[in-house]
Nanobody, 117 residues
Framework: QVQLVESGGGLVQAGGSLRLSCAAS???????MGWYRQAPGKQRELVAA???????NYADSVKGRFTISRDNAKNTVYLQMNSLKSEDTGVYYC????????????WGQGTQVTVSS
């Protein structure tokens, strides 16, 4: 059982920045880590993911603005969000799975990000 705790959400003006953190209760050394978000009235969508080897992928809507990174020694993954837009508003969830699995099986409680225009 892995517990994930997100932090760093909040209210920010459009054009501003936030950094989200997700601390895992155990080792993430062999895990792919992901950030999803859910906007009001919309389905949850993948924002960014990073494999144990450091390969990253991003939603087209955040490419060039968001950066996902990880610190295996701290069992923590980060999401640096720059040039925020009102459409980035939503609840951001951290998730994880073993690299060789296809489905994410552990989720955090989520952290709210609100971007005011």
């Amino acid at each position: 059982q892995v517990q994930l705790v997100e932090s760093g959400g909040g209210l920010v003006q459009a054009g501003g920045s936030l950094r989200l953190s997700c601390a895992a209760s155990g080792s993430i050394l062999f895990n792919t880590m992901g950030w999803y978000r859910q906007a009001p009235g919309k389905q949850r969508e993948l924002v960014a993911a990073i494999t144990s080897g450091g390969t990253t992928n991003y939603a087209d809507s955040v490419k060039g603005r968001f950066t996902i990174s990880r610190d295996n020694a701290k069992n923590t993954v980060y999401l640096q969000m720059n040039s925020l837009k009102s459409e980035d508003t939503g609840v951001y969830y951290c998730t994880t799975r073993r690299d060789w699995l296809t489905e994410y099986d552990y989720w955090g409680q989520g952290t709210q990000v609100t971007v005011s225009s």
